[in-house]
């Protein structure tokens, strides 16, 4: 509060929310990345997807998502500024360790589940996120256990992906 009191409500909003800001103009930028490498591998048709079709569905949805997170950060910190409200309700990293975290897991995810395969390592990373995320709740495994299971039935069985296993 002390620092909306001397630069304003509205300054003091915005730079509240610079560190997810510059979060998702990381995110941003990645997604951008992975379009354009996505592109280059070519993503072939709906019938007979290409090596980049994975890769441009993630990468726009990622670019997509944080564009809206940026949105709605800026559009936060002016509305909660005229109306003079806290944005108490509104969902923040901790720090900004959290994303930091996330981003690692995310990156150091495919090595480590060619070393010790899908299964365990899939389950591992949706336990790591859920933490993150503060969800510490005793069903934390039993939720874990059911995304690895579901994405190994829709990837592996349904269709046909191999994977690390």
Do not use: C, H
Request: hydrophobic share 55%; no cysteine; aromatic share 12%.
């Amino acid at each position: 509060m002390a620092r909306e009191n001397r630069i304003g409500p509205r300054l003091g909003r915005l730079v509240s929310s610079v560190p997810e800001l510059s979060v998702a103009l990381g995110v941003v930028t990645l997604g951008i990345f992975v379009v354009t490498e996505a592109l280059s591998l070519g993503v072939g048709s709906m019938q007979r997807p290409g090596a980049g079709f994975a890769a441009l569905l993630f990468g726009g949805s990622m670019t997509v998502f944080a564009a809206i997170s940026i949105f709605e950060q800026l559009t936060l910190a002016r509305t909660a500024a005229s109306e003079n409200k806290q944005t108490a309700n509104v969902p923040k990293f901790r720090n900004l360790v959290d994303p930091l975290l996330i981003i690692t897991l995310l990156v150091s995810y495919v090595p480590i589940m060619r070393s010790i395969g899908y299964v365990v390592s899939t389950f591992f990373f949706v336990t790591a996120i859920a933490l993150i995320f503060s969800w510490r709740k005793w069903s934390l495994l039993l939720f874990s256990a059911v995304i690895t299971g579901f994405a190994y039935v829709i990837f592996y069985i349904l269709l046909g992906v191999p994977l690390p296993l």
